[in-house]
């Protein structure tokens, strides 16, 4: 019908509507991500309608479907989990709507079904988390694992990241794996759990997130040990609250996963509706950094998140 892509039919001046789908609300991580993508939408003059999946895939499915049928120029969709979503991204190409793929990973049957994706490299996170508690431990010590939602992207490669690094250290031991679904409260209840069943053979916990990693803290100070001597603390997100947690001695290192993705994903969008994906990767990858008790000290005050 020759109209253009943000067009949408009207006086011509009208912004450029994205459907961005978020997986929900779970962590501070998440907060920042939300932000920063609200944030970039209209720094670039776009119009940004918001679906929270609040932690369904169910709730992203029905919200990208709605957004198919309203004729939005684009759709961000941050997955919840990594399978799933072949049918719904279906209905997304056949109206060619561009999806773009942020944070966490898809795999689905043709790569054809998004145009790009944009997120952490959460394997090397995982791989980073592991090559540091060598480090500290001298490649011996026994550990209980908080994962972060099951099928989700960084949990799987996490999981593997970490594992694929320890399997030449015999000396580190997994003794528990439980998922805490990324969330403070949930991680302080499996870490209840684990601290009952195994007691003070618990000498390292790694967490696939922060928040969780907090959670993890205050069960740690209930059963009356400290976090952060009696037992080591590793995890993954960089947030405020973990530089905090490290400042006071209770956590020991931190992955960094930048959650301020907003601005690549719209510099992307730009190019996507421009039709200038010519030479745009598949996969565009933020870098992370390490960070432990001294080096928090340094940057804490020059965090963003
Ligand atoms: O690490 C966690 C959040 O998908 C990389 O999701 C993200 C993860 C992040 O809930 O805190």
């Known amino acids: 019908n020759g109209a253009m ?17 978020q997986t929900g ?23 940004l309608r918001f679906a929270d999946g609040q932690a369904k895939q169910e709730n992203q499915i029905k919200a990208l479907s709605s957004f198919v049928a309203q004729g939005v120029d684009g759709i961000i969709l941050a997955p919840l989990v990594e399978t799933g979503w072949d049918n719904v991204l279906e209905k997304a190409k056949k109206r060619n709507i561009p999806v773009l793929i942020l944070d966490r990973q898809v795999e689905v049957k043709d790569d054809s079904l998004y145009v ?40 799987i490669n996490r999981y593997n990241g970490f594992r694929d690094v320890i399997a030449d250290h015999s000396g580190i031991e997994i003794i528990a794996s439980q998922s805490g679904d ?21 000498e390292v916990v790694y967490a696939h997130n922060d928040d969780m990693a907090i959670g993890a803290i205050q069960a740690i100070e209930d059963a009356g040990k400290k976090p952060g001597d009696d037992i080591i603390l ?9 530089f905090e947690a490290m400042v006071e001695g209770k956590l020991n290192c931190t992955v960094e996963c ?41 940057v804490i005050d020059s965090r963003k998140y």
């Open 25 to 47: 609300s779970e962590g501070d991580w998440r907060k920042a991500h939300t932000e920063s993508v609200r944030e970039a939408a209209e720094e670039a003059g776009f119009e």
């Open 116 to 155: 790009t994706y944009i997120g952490a490299d959460t394997y090397n996170e995982g791989r980073l988390a592991a090559e540091w508690l060598i480090e500290k431990t001298g490649g011996k010590a026994k550990v209980v694992e908080l994962q972060g939602t099951p099928g989700a992207s960084p949990t």
């Open 258 to 298: 930048n959650p301020l993705q907003g601005p690549m994903a719209f510099d992307a969008m730009k190019k996507i509706l421009a039709g200038d994906i010519g030479d745009m990767p598949k996969k565009q990858m933020i870098k992370d950094r390490v960070y432990d008790r001294d080096s928090a000290k340094e």
């Open 182 to 202: 990324f969330r403070r409260s949930k991680g302080k209840e499996v870490m209840e759990a684990f601290l009952k069943k195994h007691g003070d053979d618990i």
């Open 5 to 21: 892509k943000g067009d949408n039919g009207g006086d011509g001046t009208s912004k450029p509507i994205i459907g961005f789908v």
């Open 234 to 242: 590793v995890s993954i997100d960089g947030v405020r609250a973990a």
